[in-house]
Structures are given as structure tokens and as C-alpha cells.
């Protein structure tokens, strides 16, 4: 039997090397897996409600108002809209009688379980009715809301 | 005579056969102890879920268990976002899963032997996200690596 050369065993001990390595790498890895879940939080619709009445209104007159929106969430949103207001009937004087603009802006964050007050302007019409003197209008408005979490 | 064509004496062929036998056994590295890592386990952390929220993010607690009696080194941990329930477990197409996405694990982490570790993935409901999205539940699979160190 022919004897193996000195080169030709020098790259077999290396391929033999290189091979136990390999396993050596393979045998000490592993995966792991599993399965979980995550949920959303819902929302809490806001409540508005009147902060100041502003000055007396007569007709074709106007006044500033706040009203006060509370965010019963555990968090922070934005307002993104509060619609236009129109009054209801009040004692004989015919609803839309005092009425309230879209604002042009509803800038700023309602933290998380706190509130935000919001200036719009009433008009009352110049042909209100006599019944409609020394009257408390209420104007009923809906806002939305959008989450400003971050 | 050619040296580069000398034959392949005895010894040479034990190797070879030896080697060979060495590779057999690991595609079952993942049950046999000492051969190889069983496969860990990867699971949501019991009561420190996270209610998520449209433009926040918030931690996902997972437990990697390790049923080796050494410490493994869990390298990557990711996490595969399905489609989600609502309360009663019924789909809601008006929400996408990809509504959520889940960061991979920031870095390696140590498991001792036969011990858990808890690490936090960060988890992100994105903004914008559909009102249909609300108090629904977002499966998750988990799928990771780990080498012993």
C-alpha cells in the first residue's frame, strides 16, 4: 500500500477540522418559540360642558364662551373639531335663536383624565322675540377627539 | 509517482466515517441534552399585559424559559403580528394586523439554567389607527434564537 504524503494528510487533518467545527457550532444553538398577545385599549367618549357664558346677548349682538371638555382617558388627546351650535327652544323663544360658529382652531393637548376649555363665539339674531329677553341658552355641540399619545 | 495522487490510507477513512457519524445527530439537536439545546420556550409575561394605544408605545413582557441545566444566550427574539379578535373572538377586517408592530429583543439576553428571564418588546399601535382597532386583541407569534455561550 502506497503511503500517504505529508501534504495530502496535512489537508485531510484540516477538512476533518473544519468538519468537527461545524457540528460543534450546530449541536449548541437552538430556537425557541411561542405565542402571546397584545390588546388595545378602548375609548371614553368626553363630555363638554359650559365653562363661562360670556356677555348678555341681545339682538345682532355676540359674546365669547368657553366650554370645558374632559378627557376620561388614560390617555392624552387632541380635539379635532367642535361643531357649529344652534339653541334649543327656551321658554317661547324659537330655537336657533343663538347660534355658534365652527372655531376656527381647536389647538392643544388634553392630558390623559384632565381637561381643555375652548372659546367659541354666540350671535343671537337680530329679529329675536320679545320672549327670548333675559333667557339661558343652551346650545348643544359635539367634538371630536383624536388620541395624541406618543 | 504523483503525490497529489497517493491513496487514502485506514486512518484517514476513520475520520472521515467518525466525522460523518458526528453530523448524525444534530438534526436532533433540540431534544437531545448534551448533543444539542432543547428549543426554549417564548410566552407573554402573566398580568403585566399593556393596553395599547393609537401613537404610543408600550412594553410586551415575555418569559424565555430555558429547560437546559445551563445558561443559554437567547440572541433574537421577533414577533409576527396576526390578524386581529374582539371580546367575543370574532375577526374584525376594519382593523389590519399591520395596525401593530412589534420591535425585535434590543439585546441578547442570558437565561440560566432551567430559569426564565423577562425581557420587554416594544410595541407600537400605530397612528391613525382605525376606530375599528378598538379593544381588540392582536395575536402574536413568537420566534427566536440562542446559542449556548
Known amino acids: ?150 | 509517482m504523483s503525490r497529489w495522487r497517493s491513496g487514502v490510507p485506514a486512518g484517514a477513512l476513520a475520520v472521515v466515517a467518525l466525522t460523518w457519524f458526528a453530523i448524525g445527530p444534530a438534526p436532533v439537536a433540540n431534544t437531545a441534552n448534551g448533543n444539542g439545546i432543547k428549543q426554549f420556550g417564548i410566552a407573554d409575561v402573566p398580568g403585566r399585559a399593556t393596553a395599547l394605544v393609537p401613537g404610543a408605545a408600550g412594553p410586551q413582557w415575555i418569559r424565555l424559559t430555558n429547560a437546559e441545566n445551563f445558561p443559554i444566550l437567547v440572541q433574537t427574539v421577533t414577533a409576527a403580528v396576526g390578524k386581529p379578535v374582539d371580546s367575543r373572538g370574532q375577526p374584525v377586517p376594519a382593523c389590519p394586523a399591520s395596525s401593530v408592530r412589534v420591535d425585535a429583543l434590543a439585546r441578547p439576553v442570558t437565561v440560566a439554567g432551567n430559569g426564565t428571564a423577562d425581557v420587554a418588546l416594544t410595541t407600537h399601535l400605530l397612528p391613525g389607527t382605525p376606530d375599528a382597532c378598538r379593544s381588540v386583541t392582536f395575536p402574536l407569534t413568537y420566534t427566536g434564537t440562542a446559542v449556548k455561550p
Open chain 1, 1 to 150: 500500500m502506497r503511503k500517504i504524503s505529508k501534504r495530502s494528510a496535512i489537508v485531510l487533518g484540516a477538512a476533518g477540522v473544519v468538519a468537527v467545527a461545524g457540528v460543534a457550532y450546530a449541536a449548541w444553538s437552538s430556537s425557541g418559540a411561542g405565542t402571546g398577545s397584545v390588546s388595545s385599549t378602548t375609548s371614553v367618549n368626553s363630555a363638554i360642558t359650559p365653562a363661562s357664558s360670556g356677555s348678555v346677548l341681545y339682538p345682532g349682538g355676540g359674546t365669547d364662551f368657553t366650554v370645558s371638555i374632559d378627557n376620561p382617558n388614560a390617555y392624552p388627546v387632541v380635539v379635532t373639531s367642535i361643531s357649529a351650535g344652534s339653541s334649543n327652544v327656551v321658554n317661547g323663544c324659537a330655537a336657533g335663536t343663538v347660534t355658534s360658529a365652527v372655531p376656527a382652531s381647536t389647538t392643544g393637548t388634553i392630558a390623559a383624565h384632565g381637561t381643555g376649555t375652548y372659546t367659541l363665539h354666540a350671535t343671537m339674531n337680530s329679529d329675536a322675540a320679545d320672549a327670548c329677553k333675559g333667557q339661558t341658552f343652551v346650545l348643544p355641540l359635539t367634538a371630536t377627539l383624536a388620541s395624541n399619545a406618543s
